[in-house]
């Protein structure tokens, strides 16, 4: 149990580095997310955050209110329990699915152009000239692959099969 524990928080760290970048948060904020995160469906307290990630309980208050503001967190309480337990918002997993599939859709939609652009180009230069398509054949592929996996995994959290 010790050991999954410190592996934990070497996640935590790795992931809030991470998170920091893609997300636009602060340090701390970002491994509070990634503690969130790594704990899963079964929440976790304002006291287990101050206690794992050595913060003061101001910093951590600060930050859970400002990823909350985000629709990032949620919390839910137990019946005779006045703590609050926080886990990660289903909808931002989705928010950030749908706008990776935008970005995808638009990548491949892109290629798809050039590709009928170089192919109409083709007809006219002659054969040492000529375009290939390898890259663009490749790229459309990843990117069919990719967008069918997000989609399954989107389905999946809708469905709660998480």
Not at 75 to 86: E, Q, S
Not at 148 to 153: D, E, H, R
Request: proline content about 1%.
């Amino acid at each position: 149990m010790e050991n999954l524990e410190k592996r934990k928080l070497a996640l935590v760290e790795k992931l809030g580095i991470f998170l920091e970048k893609k997300e636009q948060i602060a340090p701390v904020a970002a491994r509070i997310f990634s503690f969130i995160i790594l704990t899963g469906k079964q929440g976790t307290t304002f006291e287990d955050l101050v206690t794992n990630l050595c913060a003061s309980k101001s910093t951590i208050s600060t930050h859970l209110n400002h990823l909350q503001d985000l629709k990032k967190l949620e919390y839910f309480t137990k019946p005779g329990d006045r703590k609050k337990y926080f886990i990660v918002n289903v909808d931002t997993m989705l928010q950030s699915i749908d706008n990776m599939l935008k970005e995808w859709k638009s990548e491949k939609q892109l290629h798809e152009e050039i590709k009928s652009y170089k192919i109409d180009v083709n007809t006219i230069l002659d054969q040492e000239h000529q375009f290939e398509f390898g890259y663009h054949d490749s790229s459309i592929e990843f990117l069919n692959g990719a967008i069918l996996s997000i989609t399954i995994l989107k389905e999946s959290l809708i469905n709660n099969d998480n």
